[in-house]
């Protein structure tokens, strides 16, 4: 069986300390794939010279919403680093870009929307210029990340990553062309909403994904998240779908190797 994390921060200081150790073990429960976002500028870098060294790690190019205050450039011009960024890691012959993001769209956080859409936008434009999925962020705002992907809709598609939203939500980012990721919110019962959504759509539409060291699982709060721990969200996924998780790990592999051109 073939786990394929799509999207795990395994670039931050979380991780320093242990990065090895903590691949190994997810490398013993059969993972195959991990793929790191990008956030901001200065990051990527350090993100691409990391995934150099592993042939089973991917980067993304992207800045996340919550570094959009932080940028000296305006829209326009992130377009074009992010255009440049993934030509460049194209010229040094290397396959470990396999996707634009993460960004999107955040209303929980002090940078007004007005000031994210338009680089959020530049980043869809990218993306239909290369012919690379998204990795969409998405905070109570679906109808905004929505209507944004209405007008600029890369042709490759992308992943809704951590989707929480309603079935209908759901409805209309599949006919868009996009996957929703699940990840370590669905271990809680509580999370009533978001786990009858994700038990009614497709497994051919759902990647599995870790998010660490953030969305820490049921009984692990305060704790690093980690990659190693992606086993129960396909055991919670296979649970709520009534089918063996062998099932649901071949499948939300399968997708993530379509998607991401693994």
């Given at each position: 069986?073939?786990?394929?994390?799509?999207?795990?921060?395994?670039?931050?200081?979380?991780?320093?300390?242990?990065r090895g150790q903590v691949w190994a073990r997810c490398q013993g429960l059969g993972m195959q794939g991990l793929i790191i976002p990008g956030v901001s500028i200065p990051q990527w870098r350090h993100l691409f010279a990391l995934v150099q060294s592993e042939p089973g790690w991917?980067?993304?190019?992207g800045v996340h919403p919550?570094?959009?205050?932080?940028?000296?450039?305006?829209?326009?011009?992130?377009?074009?680093?992010?255009?440049?960024?993934?030509?460049?890691?194209?010229?040094?012959?290397?396959?470990?870009?396999?996707?634009?993001?993460?960004?999107?769209?955040?209303?929980?956080?002090e940078t007004p929307l007005e000031a994210q859409?338009?680089?959020f936008e530049a980043q869809l434009q990218a993306a239909q210029t290369l012919s690379l999925?998204?990795?969409?962020?998405?905070?109570?705002?679906?109808?905004?990340?929505?209507?944004?992907l209405k007008?600029?809709?890369?042709?490759?598609?992308?992943?809704?990553?951590?989707?929480?939203?309603?079935r209908e939500i759901a409805e209309e980012y599949i006919r868009l062309g996009f996957s929703l990721g699940v990840g370590g919110?669905?271990?809680?019962?509580?999370?009533?909403?978001?786990?009858?959504?994700?038990?009614?759509?497709?497994?051919?539409?759902?990647?599995?994904?870790?998010?660490?060291p953030d969305m820490p699982h049921a009984g692990r709060q305060g704790e690093r998240n980690s990659p190693e721990?992606?086993?129960?969200?396909?055991?919670?996924?296979?649970?709520?779908?009534?089918?063996?998780?062998?099932?649901?790990?071949?499948q939300t592999g399968n997708n993530a190797r379509v998607l991401f051109g693994l």
């Open positions: 069986m073939a786990l394929i994390d799509s999207h795990c921060h395994f670039d931050f200081d979380a991780f320093s300390a242990d991917f980067g993304a190019v919550w570094w959009v205050a932080d940028l000296a450039l305006g829209a326009a011009e992130v377009g074009r680093a992010v255009v440049e960024r993934v030509q460049h890691e194209r010229k040094r012959g290397g396959q470990h870009c396999v996707a634009i993001g993460e960004c999107g769209l955040d209303a929980n956080i859409i338009p680089v999925p998204v990795i969409v962020h998405c905070v109570r705002c679906h109808n905004e990340v929505l209507k944004a007008s600029i809709c890369p042709e490759k598609g992308g992943v809704i990553h951590a989707f929480s939203g309603s919110t669905i271990t809680y019962e509580r999370a009533a909403k978001t786990r009858a959504t994700l038990s009614d759509v497709p497994l051919e539409k759902l990647l599995l994904e870790s998010d660490a721990y992606l086993p129960a969200v396909a055991q919670t996924l296979a649970e709520l779908h009534g089918v063996p998780v062998e099932t649901v790990i071949a």
